[in-house]
């Protein structure tokens, strides 16, 4: 067990099963309600297991995902019901270029809601990150929030699909 929480199984020589708090779309409220001050505590939420090649040091957390935004019918995309496993980064590193090109996909928790998001650049001067969905469709367009509107933001790391 890290001490974050997250709890770590050997599966093999190379792989481990982790066990990490899952976020469901039907809790999004309830979780923005106890992440106000960015300590929740996640033991109501359940627990699901991935299946990683390492032991991972940070706070990691699985969410399911809510709406279409990031459904392009393609391997890339994120669809209603995938569970994304996605490890939590400081807020003490906002100020300095996020890796986006390394971690594409995040999950963003603002004050209204957590969103599912490709980020697609992040301006270090004025704070202000720029979003974009996967689904083409216009009512899905790219927009930019400041740092200051973020109450967590989460690299994806690796998903599981409910689409066979």
């Not at 279409?68 to 906002?94: C, H, P």
């Not at 270029?97 to 992040?122: A, E, S």
Request: net charge negative; with cysteine; aromatic share 14%.
């Amino acid at each position: 067990v890290t001490k974050s929480g997250n709890k770590y199984y050997e599966v093999d020589g190379d792989h481990f099963q982790m066990r990490l708090p899952l976020v469901l779309y039907n809790a999004y409220g309830r979780y923005l309600s106890d992440t106000s001050d960015y300590s929740a505590q996640y033991e109501p939420w359940g627990e699901v297991d991935f299946i990683v090649d390492r032991i991972g040091h940070g706070r990691y957390v699985a969410f399911e995902i809510k709406g279409y935004s990031m459904d392009d019918n393609t391997k890339n995309s994120i669809a209603q019901g995938d569970i994304v496993l996605a490890r939590e980064l400081s807020r003490d590193f906002w100020s300095c270029k996020l890796r986006y090109r390394d971690f594409p996909y995040w999950i963003v928790v603002t004050q209204n809601g957590i969103l599912c998001k490709q980020m697609v650049d992040h301006d270090v001067e004025t704070g202000i990150i720029t979003f974009h969905s996967l689904n083409p469709s216009p009512e899905y367009r790219d927009f930019q929030l400041h740092v200051n509107d973020i109450k967590q933001l989460f690299n994806i790391i690796k998903r599981t699909t409910s689409v066979m």
